[in-house]
């Protein structure tokens, strides 16, 4: 059974960076279809970043394209989240996300999409 793991949030001022970490445990991993999705307080969970099995294909969304990058390593099981030029609308908390199937170089989007939850970790941006 696979775990995902986040860690690296915080507090942080705005302008501020944060590179969060998510480690799968428990089955293999490696190569799974990968994302980060986050949820403000009060708000609906929503995409972020994804990448893909072959770790070549990766989607931002738009509103962080120039701020944030998401990578892999799969010899550590690994998935990171790096988050440059914080914004206090980015104040969430961040979930990794990751799922047995897809194709080798798609990404996907849809929360629906993924199988396997991190229990997330908070980020906090203050003004």
């Known amino acids: 059974q696979v775990q995902l793991v986040e860690s690296g949030g915080g507090l942080v001022q705005a302008g501020g960076s944060l590179r969060l970490s998510c480690v799968a445990t428990g089955d293999t991993f490696s190569y799974y279809p990968m994302a980060w999705f986050r949820q403000a307080p009060g708000k609906e969970r929503e995409f972020v970043a994804a990448?893909?099995?072959?770790?070549?294909?990766?989607r931002t969304e738009d509103s962080v394209q120039t701020r944030f990058a998401i990578s892999r390593d799969d010899a550590w099981k690994m998935v990171y989240l790096r988050m440059d030029s914080l914004k206090p609308e980015d104040t969430a908390i961040y979930y990794c996300?990751?799922?047995?199937?897809?194709?080798?170089?798609?990404?996907?989007?849809?929360?629906?999409?993924?199988?396997?939850w991190g229990q997330g970790t908070r980020v906090t941006v203050s003004s």
């Open positions: 996300a990751g799922n047995k199937g897809g194709l080798w170089d798609r990404v996907y989007e849809l929360p629906t999409f993924y199988e396997y």
């Open positions: 990448i893909s099995r072959s770790g070549t294909v990766t």
